[in-house]
């Protein structure tokens, strides 16, 4: 299979380029093939201008290579921290720009938004993995986990992607080295789960 991992996350040394490293070499030992994209280092411009609004392609060079890629994956994995119960604003824009119709998903003729007709992609599973340094009974009671329904329904449901699966791991800050290993283990554990090793 051809699995896309997506990394949104500016520090090297955070706990979510462990998350995608461990992500990306369990998808390499099950024998699939990864295209990994650190948005960041990439210098991905998550701004959308008028003149890509209004039309049916991007003319950017980097959005059209995410456009050839996205139709050739069979599945996606996004890692990427809790900001203000939101992706950084990098991986908001990822989307924007890429995640198009006409590209991921089409309405009926005459449509004018109200209703989804098909994914127009071979994208069969799509998995996230978050970090966050708010507790569980906080981030449930308060703020109801946002995130959740974004992935699940808003992205990658409303695209057509129906198979679906995040995983959060916190309280990043205050963690012991022993919590990561063990994180970085379920990390790995649920890729192997929706991309086993491909024979």
């Not at 203000?84 to 908001?92: E, K, M």
């Not at 890429?98 to 098909?118: H, S």
């Not at 992205?155 to 970085?184: A, H, N, P, Y």
Request: glycine fraction near 6%; hydrophobic fraction near 40%; charge should be negative.
């Amino acid at each position: 299979m051809q699995i896309s991992v997506i990394l949104a996350h500016p520090y090297d040394g955070s706990f979510n380029h462990a998350i995608a490293k461990t992500v990306v070499d369990t998808l390499k030992e099950n024998n699939h093939t990864v295209y990994f994209h650190d948005l960041y280092k990439e210098n991905f411009d998550p701004v959308m201008t008028a003149k890509e609004l209004v039309s049916d392609r991007s003319e950017d060079e980097q959005v059209i290579k995410y456009y050839e890629e996205i139709k050739s994956i069979d599945g996606i994995i996004i890692v990427h921290p809790n900001w203000w119960g939101q992706p950084p604003a990098i991986l908001r824009g990822w989307v924007d720009r890429v995640f198009r119709q006409g590209i991921v998903y089409d309405f009926a003729k005459n449509d004018k938004g109200e209703g989804y007709l098909a994914k127009l992609t071979k994208v069969e599973t799509g998995l996230v993995f978050n970090t966050a340094n708010t507790p569980e009974h906080v981030e449930n009671a308060v703020f109801g986990d946002p995130l959740e329904n974004l992935w699940k329904a808003c992205v990658f449901g409303f695209c057509g992607i129906q198979t679906f699966d995040r995983k959060l791991f916190r309280v990043v800050v205050s963690s012991t080295e022993q919590e990561r290993k063990e994180w970085l283990n379920d990390a790995a554990k649920l890729t192997n789960k929706y991309f086993p090793k491909n024979k």
